[in-house]
């Protein structure tokens, strides 16, 4: 179990430009997450994905932000024309198909730092 | 609106002694809850959860209660040590919507 691995673990952008970060689940997990954590704040759901398919996504997730995951395995969170309020840690998490009588918990990554300068 | 709220933004606590860590919840359909751990610069470390189905969870040092009727849990952890220095996080969600709300998080220091 190798956990859930992001790339970049930080990345400083230019505003305007655009950034694409990469999320790779638990290998057996089925459902995957975007959240964005600001300082002082808890994580903030962003949106989910169980196998390929978007199931929902938050407000926050503005038209400049786009996430996919084509093949049901690892993830991409592009966000365009980047804007100073973008900086964040993002992060992913993933989780396994709930058993019966468990709850079902989310496992995070490292997280990606991004910075817009 | 804050649906998860941890009031406490830090706590400092001896090493050995008893460290509780408090989070309310408003949103009555919450009915699975979990603690985070979070260090500086990585993600959150998943520790422990409860159903609310359970007023109670152990895990070695960490055990979880839920009181439903006031809509608040707390994390104890004991005995406390230095590595637990870090943030924790309340998580609640209502089953089948893998939306999990997250509370503000609250600053352990366990001195030593």
């Known amino acids: 179990d190798t956990g859930v691995s992001q790339d970049p673990r930080h990345k400083i952008t230019k505003r305007g430009q655009n950034v694409t970060f990469r999320c790779d689940p638990i290998s057996e997990h089925n459902r995957l997450y975007w959240y964005r954590q600001t300082l002082g704040q808890g994580p903030e759901f962003l949106t989910y994905?169980?196998?390929?398919?978007?199931?929902?996504k938050s407000r926050l997730l503005s038209d400049r932000f786009s996430a996919e995951r084509p093949k049901g395995s690892f993830s991409t969170l592009e966000i365009q024309r980047t804007e100073q309020g973008d900086s964040a840690m993002y992060l992913c998490?993933?989780?396994?198909?709930?058993?019966?009588?468990?709850?079902?918990?989310?496992?995070f990554g490292e997280g990606s730092w991004l910075t817009v300068v | 609106d804050q649906q998860v709220k941890q009031n406490s933004p830090s706590l400092s606590v001896q090493e050995g002694r008893i460290s509780i860590l408090n989070c309310d919840y408003t949103n009555s359909m919450f009915d699975y809850f979990l603690w985070y751990k979070k260090y500086p610069a990585e993600g959150p470390t998943f520790l422990i959860s409860i159903s609310s189905i359970k007023d109670k969870n152990e895990d070695g040092r960490f055990t979880v209660f839920l009181n439903k009727s006031a809509k608040h849990l707390s994390l104890h952890i004991v005995p406390s040590q230095p590595g637990d220095s870090a943030v924790y996080f309340c998580?609640?969600?209502?089953?089948?919507?893998?939306?999990?709300?997250f509370g503000t998080g609250t600053r352990l220091k366990v001195l030593a």
């Open positions: 998490a993933s989780s396994s198909p709930k058993r019966g009588g468990e709850g079902n918990t989310i496992y």
């Open positions: 994905f169980q196998n390929e398919a978007q199931l929902e």
């Open positions: 998580a609640a969600e209502t089953s089948g919507t893998y939306k999990y709300i």
